[in-house]
């Protein structure tokens, strides 16, 4: 489109419309220069250097192990050689953990088991929902297991944590978008679905949305404003197909569909939920196994949630019936309190006394483990950077800062892994019947 006070004769320079498009225009400009200088703000972070402990340790062997598998006149063959640092030391990256992670076979998902899928949904914003989905997406794959991170927040701020920002590198053909509208062209295929820039798009229809990230076992499938479009276009299936039972189910199982087909390739799907219980809400409900709703120490979140659950029971009344006849299980959901504020005091003690209620409230269904405000964590997600993927001194954080930080969320997302995700494969459930034992004879030696 021409600028308006360059048509000529069509419109006057000096008209109000031409003025107002042509100071948006120099706006909108100037925006995407700052959002490419922002994107480029952590360019001087490196990525996590892990000691050779460290990497034994998150595998399971030995230091001795590690130090022969890499020992320079016998190394082994699919092993990439370790990085120095300029002082002679060795030491490893995400990509060397990921490739013990895959000689050892760490992971806990057999083969021809389903991988597993989980979202962080919440009712409102502000409540840790996308810096958990970040964080828990570096953690699982630092414990080994392939990630998929799909954005479905049409805001898109996990996609620009993970290198993808919206509306200037990502496009709505780069999203679930099609998929979701069951536009033509849009198969549920891995040659459709992951991004090659080189694919033909009117054979295809998309270069893709499957896009790889930093770290070497987590995909992303990012998020535009286009989004809410796809609900909107949604939300009139929806409307169109009350008096058919196939297909409302249809609609409202969409993302289901692409979950499923999702989990042949990956061990864990991990969705950053949309801030509303829209149709892209129901969608997400009835396509996952687990919703893992964050609800913050604070009365206002508390409120917020206490909604969302009385919608969730309005649903179940209305479409119940039809939901019943598929024989599908519905998603269990887990409650994870966060913003627990220690910083003073009385803040303490508020904190302190929501998360009792919400303890209450949510019984067995809350996790134990509490997300905390943590200025560390805040200084990554400034950085479009995890706690799990920094080093010490990185944007000034001390070693102790660090460490304190990465060991109360690690607690916490290998909780979420512990009641959402082993609970799905055998060899999980051996490994938690094994720390239930081991608890029970630490009990009794006490």
């Not at 069509?10 to 400009?29: F, G, H, P, R, T």
Request: aromatic letters at 8%.
């Amino acid at each position: 489109m021409e600028p308006l006070g360059e048509l000529g004769g069509k419109m006057s320079d000096i008209s109000q419309v031409s003025v107002l498009y042509n100071k948006l225009k120099d706006v909108e400009a100037k925006m995407g220069l700052a959002i490419r200088y922002a994107e480029t703000g952590s360019e001087g972070l490196q990525g996590r250097r892990y000691q050779i402990q460290e990497m034994a340790d998150l595998v399971g062997i030995s230091r001795a192990r590690v130090n022969q598998l890499y020992d320079e006149k016998n190394h082994h063959p699919t092993l990439t050689p370790l990085d120095r640092f300029e002082g002679g030391r060795r030491y490893g990256t995400a990509l060397h953990l990921a490739e013990l992670h895959t000689l050892f076979e760490t992971g806990l998902r057999s083969p021809g088991e389903e991988g597993a899928a989980i979202a962080f949904q919440t009712p409102k914003g502000g409540g840790y929902k996308t810096s958990s989905t970040l964080n828990a997406s570096y953690y699982c794959a630092e414990q080994g297991y392939r990630v998929c991170a799909i954005d479905l927040d049409p805001q898109g701020s996990l996609s620009a944590q993970l290198g993808m920002q919206p509306d200037l590198r990502v496009r709505a053909e780069d999203t679930l978008y099609g998929w979701l509208i069951e536009e033509e062209g849009y198969d549920l295929t891995w040659e459709s679905m992951v991004f090659d820039e080189t694919k033909d798009i009117e054979e295809f229809g998309t270069q893709g949305c499957i896009y790889p990230t930093r770290h070497p076992l987590i995909d992303v499938i990012p998020a535009t404003l286009a989004l809410d479009q796809a609900t909107l276009d949604m939300t009139v299936d929806l409307i169109r197909s009350q008096e058919d039972g196939r297909k409302l189910i249809r609609t409202l199982f969409r993302l289901n569909t692409i979950v499923r087909f999702l989990k042949t390739r990956y061990d864990i799907i991990i969705i950053d939920g949309t801030p509303s219980f829209s149709i892209s809400g129901l969608n997400i409900f009835f396509g996952v196994d687990t919703i893992v709703c964050p609800v913050a120490t604070e009365i206002t979140d508390i409120g917020a949630t206490r909604s969302f659950l009385r919608m969730i029971m309005e649903l179940l009344e209305q479409i119940g019936d039809a939901v019943e006849t598929l024989e599908k299980p519905l998603p269990e959901i887990l409650f994870m309190p966060t913003k627990f504020n220690a910083s003073t005091p009385s803040a303490k003690e508020r904190s302190k006394k929501n998360l009792m209620t919400i303890q209450m409230a949510a019984g067995q269904f809350v996790l134990e483990n509490v997300s905390e405000q943590n200025r560390a964590v805040a200084d990554c997600l400034d950085k479009y950077r995890s706690i799990f993927e920094i080093n010490t001194g990185d944007l000034g954080i001390d070693s102790r800062t660090l460490k304190d930080a990465r060991s109360t969320y690690a607690g916490l997302y290998q909780e979420v892994l512990e009641k959402a995700i082993f609970p799905r494969w055998a060899k999980g459930q051996e490994f938690l019947q094994g720390k239930q034992k081991k608890k029970r004879t630490k009990k009794a030696e006490a």
